[in-house]
């Protein structure tokens, strides 16, 4: 099966935890990431310092964070028809946790 690799080449900071990142195939997509903010990997970022410390990793070519934390660029890329299944992953950890 074949699938698209996608590459991020820039961002933007454009409000707390919300960048707009740019591909490699000259398109963009600014995303809101605070609805996916939760588990162990995750939740730190809610700390707006520790989230707006991302960059792009010069090897896998997708955000980054100083945890550790990322996300494949093809989810990135696709934000759109991913971030529901996110959320709702979000939720499980959020309730694993209480």
Same mark, same amino acid.
């Given at each position: 099966?074949?699938?698209?690799?996608? @590459?991020?080449?820039?961002?933007?900071?454009?409000?707390?935890?919300?960048?707009?990142?740019? +591909? &490699?195939?000259? #398109?963009?997509?600014?995303i809101d990431f605070l609805p996916v903010l939760s588990g162990e990997l995750y939740a730190p970022l809610n700390d707006?310092?520790?989230?707006?410390?991302? @960059?792009?990793?010069?090897?896998?070519?997708?955000?980054?964070?100083?945890?550790?934390?990322? +996300? &494949?660029?093809? #989810?990135?890329?696709?934000?759109?028809?991913?971030?529901?299944?996110?959320?709702?992953?979000?939720?499980?950890?959020?309730?694993?946790?209480?």
């Amino acid at each position: 099966m074949n699938h698209p690799i996608y @590459r991020v080449v820039d961002f933007e900071i454009v409000a707390p935890h919300t960048l707009r990142v740019c +591909f &490699d195939d000259d #398109t963009t997509q600014t995303i809101d990431f605070l609805p996916v903010l939760s588990g162990e990997l995750y939740a730190p970022l809610n700390d707006v310092s520790l989230f707006n410390g991302v @960059r792009i990793d010069p090897e896998v070519h997708t955000l980054v964070w100083p945890n550790g934390a990322d +996300f &494949d660029p093809a #989810t990135l890329h696709d934000w759109p028809t991913q971030a529901q299944a996110l959320r709702e992953r979000a939720q499980h950890w959020q309730r694993i946790r209480a």
